[in-house]
């Protein structure tokens, strides 16, 4: 019988996330995972693959941004997909800010996130 994934665990994804707790993050990440990002040259912003490459993206993120956050955050898991909606911010070091809303899409197998597909709303930075 294969695990499942349930939206408990992506609560405690998000709040990993919060936390800027690496460790905990990847606990639902499979070793081949991909993770297409919010912004990149290509269409599909970029791809990082493997649970190495995407545990460094994440943590560089909060060393760009000490204060991301993923508030607001809600979840549902249907199947082998999975949808967390949630409103990102963060301040940058240039001292700009992002407040946007956005969703994860995610393609689940064996109780692992197998592709984490994100997208945000294109907002303008706000000066603080």
Not at 49 to 73: C, Q, R, T, Y
Not at 88 to 99: K, P, W
Not at 102 to 128: E, N, Y
Request: proline fraction near 2%; charge should be negative.
């Amino acid at each position: 019988m294969s695990k499942t994934l349930t939206v408990a665990d992506l609560a405690a994804t998000f709040d990993a996330f919060n936390r800027h707790d690496v460790d905990a993050v990847m606990k639902c990440f499979a070793d081949d995972c991909v993770f297409y990002t919010v912004g990149g040259a290509n269409v599909y912003g970029n791809k990082i693959e493997g649970k190495a490459a995407i545990a460094k993206a994440f943590s560089a993120v909060w060393a760009g941004m000490p204060d991301a956050n993923w508030a607001h955050h809600g979840h549902f898991v249907h199947g082998d997909r999975a949808v967390s909606e949630w409103t990102f911010t963060g301040t940058n070091a240039d001292g700009m800010r992002i407040e946007a809303e956005g969703v994860d899409l995610f393609t689940l197998r064996d109780g692992q996130i197998v592709v984490k597909q994100a997208f945000r709303k294109d907002r303008p930075l706000i000066k603080v």
